[in-house]
């Protein structure tokens, strides 16, 4: 067979199957007869799905999940019928009929996961895999990864409640620990676990915690403090003076370059309150090396400290922060840091 002829018939077999493809298209598509047309696949009404996915959007608790799952896993399973190629429609057999989800249901499905039960507090972690891994099973992609639970933030509020003087003292604390939020942020790429505005409950006792951060070298408890830091969220020349009566005062420089002097609360009982909190939290996982610190972190970058007394905590100046997590001897394993989440996680209220 000569070169010429190899080609043709290379040709011809290429021409030969696109006509194949092409009739088959036009069987499959054209408005031929309905018993000369085979019969890939059907929609069936999926109006139990619209109705189970509007009610665990709007109402998600262990009672409706179960729900939910029981409905998706078990009850229903798609609203696509898949037909084997010798499916007869007059001698119906089951065995060569599947039942599948569309793609919306389980791209539908994925968002209810990611955006609705994985943000849930009411949800427990091992529902919330069980769930995952149902999914996964089913067909749904791009969960693949367990999320990150137990490093939900709480949101910074306003209490329109509030007269005018507190409502201004609250935005202006909101602003500080949303100063320190920014900077936390890029640390969960360097495997920092960073939780905002965290509520727990141990034993009837509730507290708030501003920010906690967990990594290898320790547990850090910040309580922020958004001293001399104005209306407007600006960062004013200030200094902060602590007494050896324990007597707090804070010095602030006025337009006119005249300093005045105002009385502040002294947070010394809140920051022992947390520490005492958080070891009473961790109880016998202490013996597992955790490194708990507490402080105090000043979001104004203007501020400077005059310190005439020894704290049972740290305080820290916004531009200081990061070092003084970073400057640290490993102390925790990955397991550690694993149990401590869940612990905290089953403590949360928010």
């Known amino acids: 067979m000569t070169t010429v002829q190899w080609y043709f018939l290379c040709a011809a077999v290429i021409v030969i199957g696109v006509i194949i493809e092409f009739i088959r298209y036009l069987v499959n598509h054209s408005r031929v007869p309905r018993k000369f047309r085979r019969k890939k696949f059907k929609f069936v009404d999926n109006s139990s799905f619209l109705q189970m996915k509007k009610h665990i959007s709007s109402k998600c608790t262990p009672e409706t999940l179960k729900e939910f799952s029981d409905f998706i896993f078990r009850k229903y399973h798609g609203s696509m019928i898949i037909y084997a190629d010798d499916f007869d429609p007059e001698n119906p057999d089951p065995y060569k009929q599947n039942t599948v989800y569309t793609h919306r249901e389980l791209s539908d499905l994925k968002g209810i996961f990611l955006h609705v039960i994985a943000k849930s507090k009411y949800i427990s972690v091992i529902q919330k895999e069980e769930f995952r891994r149902g999914l996964i099973n089913i067909g749904v992609t791009g969960i693949d990864e367990r999320p990150n639970y137990e490093l939900r933030d709480g949101k910074l509020k306003m ?77 004013q020349v200030c200094r902060l003076e602590i007494k050896n009566d324990g007597e707090w005062l804070l010095h602030k420089k006025t337009k006119k370059n005249f ?25 016998e996982m202490r013996n597992k090396r955790i490194n708990l610190k507490c402080a105090l972190v000043l979001a104004n970058s203007e501020i400077t400290v005059d310190q005439k007394v020894q704290l049972p905590f740290d305080i820290v100046k916004v531009s200081e922060l990061e070092e003084y997590l970073q400057n640290r001897d490993y102390t925790m394993s990955d397991d550690h840091i694993k149990l401590i989440l869940m612990r905290i996680d089953n403590h949360r209220i928010n």
Do not use: C
């Open 159 to 235: 209490d329109k409640s509030l007269n005018n003087d507190e409502f201004k003292r609250k935005k202006v604390g909101n602003d500080g620990e949303q100063k320190i939020r920014d900077i936390l942020e890029p640390m969960k790429k360097k495997n920092y676990k960073i939780i905002n505005g965290l509520k727990l409950i141990n034993k009837g006792e509730r507290i708030e915690i501003d920010h906690l951060v967990i990594s290898h070298s320790g547990v850090y408890v910040f309580e922020t403090k958004a001293f001399g830091i104005s209306e407007d969220g600006k960062n």
């Open 259 to 283: 300093w005045y002097n105002r009385g502040i609360s002294n947070p010394s009982d809140q920051m022992i309150r947390q520490k005492k909190f958080f070891n009473d939290l961790f109880g």
